[in-house]
C-alpha cells in the first residue's frame, strides 16, 4: 500500500531522550505544552508507544495519566487520544458511542464503514482487552433492526479481499440487489447487507457501474429510495468508503467544522486516525469538493494549541500549492461521469388528491373565510393537499358557484409569509415564477440569486410560459424588466436564458469534446473573452450534453470546471456560471443548498425559503429532502421546525412531506 499519511516516524528517533523531554515539559508549575504538542506530531503511533515505555521505565510513572493531568479540554484529549494505538483508540470511540445515555449512531457508522478487516479484528481484540466484554455484545445490545444487523456484518472483519473479480457474479450481485430493491414493493434489505457487507472493493465498483446501466440510477439513489433512518445512512457510508474513503473522509470533516459551533470529537477521530494512512488524498479530495484546503477550514474554526496540533496533523496547505492534483482530477472526473450516467427518479411531495371535488372544496374554503375570524388550518388542509391543477379548478368554481375571487378573499383573510405562501400555492407555476421575477427585481436592489435561481433550472417549456404569464401580468416582457434592471456579461446571461431556446436532446460526443477544448482554450483568454465563451456553451447546451463537456474539460486542463469559475470569475457572473454547473451536477442537490442558505444563521430569507418549496414541491422536493439530510446531517423537517413558526411552519411542513 503506498503511504499517503502525513505523519511519518521521526528518524534517529531515541525514546528515551524523548520521554525526558515530555517529563520537563510536564515538570514544576504549569507545563510546556508547545514543547509537548511538537513531539508528539512528529513522531509515528509505533514511535509513541516506545516512548510510553521508556517514561514508565525512567521516572516510574504512566505517560498518559501524566499527560490528562497537566492538559485540558479539547487539546488534552487530542494529544491524550495520539498516545493510543489505532486499535485502542477506535475501541474506546466505539466504548463511548455505546455506552452511557443516548448512542452516537454516527461515530458507530463512521468507524464501521471505513476500516479493513485487519483494522476491525485488531479493534475487537483492544475493545476486549480495555473494557472486558465483547464489542459485538455492547453494540447489539445498543441499536436495533437492520443497522444493528449490517454493524453485526460489518463486525466479522470478513470482506472478500482477494482482488479477484467474477464477471457473472457481477451481474448477478447488479440484477439481486435490483430485484431487492427497485423492482418490487418493499424492500429485502438482507440482500443489500449480503452484498454490500462481503464483497471485495473491486467488484462492489463493478457491480455499482452495472446496476446503473442496467436501471438509469445510481446505487446511492436507490438506497436513497429504499432505506430510511440510521440503517440508510450507515449503507450510504458503505457505498462512499466503496467509491472514496478519502472522500468520505472529506465530507465528515467538512461537516464536523461547518456551521455553528464544531463537532470536536468527529474532528479529533479523523484527524488522528487516518494522519498515517491516507491524510494527503483526504486533503485533495477536501479541497475538489468545497474549493478550500482543509487547512484552512481547521485553521478559521479552532484556536490555541488545539488548532496547533491538528495543524501539524494535517500537514500543509493545498491553498498555497493553488494547482490540482492527479487523485483529485480522476475522481472530478469520474464524479461527472457518474452524473451523467444517472438518471434520477424526480419524487414529489404532493401529489394530486383522491376523490377529489372542487365544489365540495370552494365551499369549505368560503366557509373558513366567512363571519369573524379565519379558520386557517382548514385553508391549509385544503390548499396544501391539493396538486396546483386541482387548486386552479377550486379558483374557477370558486368563483361560478360563490361569485367571489378567492385569491382577493384569501388576500384579505391571511397576512404575512402565511398568505405570501397560500398565494404562491394557488397561482400557476408560470404565474408564480412570473410574480417571483417580478419581486426580485422591484424596488431598490435586485435579488441577483432569485433571478439566477429561476432561470437556470426551468425548462424551456416553464420558461416561455413565465414569459407569457409575465407580458400578461405586468404589460411589459420579462426580457425588458431584466435589461434594465442588470448591466453587462450578467444581463447577457439572463438574457441568453430567459429566452428559454436551450438544447434539448443527447449527448454529441465529438462537440462535447471541442466545447470542452474551447472552455479549456478561454481559460488563458483575458476575462470578457472567457465569460462570453463560457456563456455561449453554458447558456446553450443541453444538461446531458453538459455533464459530458465538464467531464471532458477535467481531461483537457486536470481542473474541475467548478474550480476555475470560482477562482477566475466574480460577483453575479460566477454565480450564475456556478448555478448552472450545480444545477447539471446535480440539480436536487443545488436546491437542498439554497434552502440551507435561506435559512442558516440568524434570520430566515423566507422569500426563497417560500419560492422553493412552492415551485419543487410537485417536481423533486423529496429528493431535495434526501440530498439536504445527506450534506447536512439535519433533514429539512427539522431545520423547517426549528426556523419557523405558527400556521406558516405547519403549511410548509405538509409541503415537505415528512421527515428523513
Known sequence: MVFRGTITGAPDFDPSADAETLYNAMKGIGSDKEAILDLVTSRSNAQRQEIIAAYKSSFGKDLIDDLKYELTGKFERLIVSLMRTPAYHDAKEIHDAVKGAGTNERCLIEVMASRNNKQIHEMVAAYKDAYGSDIEDDITADTSGHFKKMLVALL?????????????????????????????????????????????????????????????????????????????????AVVQCIRSVPMFFAKRLYKSMKGLGTADNTLIRIMISRSEIDMLDIRECFRLRYEKSLYNMIKDDTSGDYKRTLLNLCGGDDDLAGEFFPEAAQIAYKMWELSAMTKIQLRPTVRPAPNFD????????????????????????????????????????????????????????????????????????????????????????????????ILVTRSNEEIQAMNAAYKNAYKKTLEEAIQSDTSGHFCRILVSLVQGAREEGPVDVERANADAQELADACN????????????????????????????????????????????????????????????????????????????GLGTDDRALIRIMVSRCEIDLFNIRKEFKETHDDSLHEFIQGDTSGDYRKTLLMLCGGED
Open 525 to 600: 483568454a483575458d476575462s470578457d473573452d472567457m465569460e462570453m465563451k463560457f456563456m455561449s456553451i453554458l447558456c446553450t447546451r443541453s444538461f446531458p450534453h453538459l455533464r459530458r463537456v465538464f467531464q471532458e474539460f477535467v481531461r483537457c486542463t486536470n481542473k474541475d470546471i467548478e474550480q476555475i469559475i470560482k477562482k477566475e470569475m466574480s460577483g453575479d457572473v460566477k454565480n450564475a456560471f456556478y448555478a448552472i454547473v450545480r444545477s447539471v451536477k446535480n440539480q436536487p442537490s443545488y436546491f437542498a443548498d439554497r434552502l440551507y442558505k435561506a435559512m442558516k
Open 156 to 236: 466479522q472483519g470478513t470482506r472478500d479481499e482477494s482482488g479477484v473479480v467474477n464477471a457473472d457474479l457481477v451481474e448477478q450481485d447488479a440484477q439481486e440487489l435490483y430485484a431487492a430493491g427497485e423492482e418490487q414493493w418493499g424492500t429485502d434489505e438482507a440482500t443489500f447487507i449480503m452484498i454490500l457487507g462481503s464483497r471485495s472493493v473491486t467488484h462492489l465498483h463493478m457491480v455499482f457501474d452495472a446496476y446503473e446501466k442496467m436501471t438509469e440510477l445510481s446505487i446511492e439513489d436507490s438506497i436513497k429510495n429504499e432505506l430510511s433512518g440510521d440503517f440508510e445512512r450507515l449503507m450510504l
Open 358 to 453: 372542487p365544489a365540495a372544496d370552494a365551499q369549505a374554503l368560503r366557509k373558513a373565510m366567512k363571519g369573524f375570524g379565519t379558520d386557517e388550518d382548514a385553508i391549509i388542509d385544503i390548499v396544501a393537499q391539493r396538486s396546483n391543477a386541482q387548486r386552479q379548478e377550486i379558483r374557477q368554481t370558486f368563483k361560478s358557484l360563490l361569485g367571489r375571487d378567492l385569491m382577493k378573499d384569501l388576500k384579505s383573510e391571511l397576512s404575512k409569509n402565511l398568505e405570501r405562501l397560500i398565494i404562491g400555492l394557488m397561482l400557476t407555476p408560470a404565474e408564480f415564477d412570473a410574480k417571483m421575477m417580478r419581486k426580485a427585481m422591484e424596488g431598490a436592489g435586485t435579488d441577483e440569486h432569485a433571478l439566477i435561481e
